[in-house]
């Protein structure tokens, strides 16, 4: 089955300890992304990689890192993460003609930070 | 800069009533038009899309029009379900200059649809 697998689903932890969200798909997409989603402010991006070894700062990328390795793999680190991360964060994954190729999400990380 | 404007909810119906959630772009150039559904405890999935003016997407009963000398693409659907209930993305992406894209989501309208 395609899809876009993240863990954790759930995750409760300490301001300032380092934490990595892991992403992983199975399409072989080129384009994957990172967004969080707020409430009254909706998505926003990231990070996102056109493709291996290639990742760009999204809208929100302070306080968060991303790497891509491989492409199947796009992990979010947050190296101290603080109470204002707290949200729900979403993997999706992509060919790189997003207008033909829709995004495929993953379903959701819910960080708190205590 | 690329903007979308969703109407707030929440938006709540009972089964069978008609719905309309209002989407207008702000956009350089031809965007792309899209609307993204996201079912409770679930990631967002494409729920239809329309890519030049005048087009029309539609699935699972929902349809939007590519308006463009309104700048809007609305979501319809003339008979809702239960099933139906989710929060509701529009979204467009915008070619830029130099052959980059840019995705840009609207807030989500939640519609919850009671039996």
């Known amino acids: 089955e395609a899809q876009v697998t993240q863990n954790p689903r759930y995750l409760i932890t300490v301001t300032g300890k380092k934490l990595t969200v892991t992403c992983s798909q199975n399409?072989?997409?080129?384009?994957m992304s990172w967004y969080r989603q707020d409430p009254g402010l909706g998505l926003r991006q990231i990070y996102y990689s056109m493709n291996v070894e290639v990742t760009d700062k999204g809208d929100v990328p302070e306080g968060y890192k991303v790497s891509r390795k491989e492409k199947r793999n796009f992990p979010l680190i947050l190296e101290s993460p603080s109470p204002n991360q707290t949200s729900l964060y979403f993997c999706?994954?992509?060919?790189?003609?997003?207008?033909?190729?829709?995004?495929?999400f993953g379903n959701g990380t819910r960080l708190t930070v205590t | 800069g690329n903007s979308v404007t969703q109407m707030e909810g929440p938006v709540t119906l009972s089964e069978e009533a008609f719905l309309t959630i209002n989407c207008t772009y702000t956009a350089t150039g031809y965007p792309s038009l899209f609307w993204y559904v996201q079912y409770p405890g679930e990631g967002l999935q494409l729920l239809l899309k329309a890519t030049k003016a005048d087009d029309k997407g539609s699935n699972k009963g929902f349809e939007a029009t590519y308006r463009k000398e309104t700048t809007s693409f609305h979501l319809e659907k003339g008979s809702v379900q239960v099933s139906d209930s989710a929060v509701y993305f529009c979204?467009?992406?915008?070619?830029?200059?130099?052959?980059?894209?840019?995705?840009?989501f609207g807030k989500g309208t939640k519609l919850t649809v009671n039996p």
């Open positions: 979204a467009l992406i915008s070619f830029l200059q130099g052959g980059s894209e840019k995705l840009v």
């Open positions: 399409m072989n997409h080129e384009y």
């Open positions: 999706a994954s992509t060919h790189p003609d997003r207008v033909n190729s829709p995004l495929h």
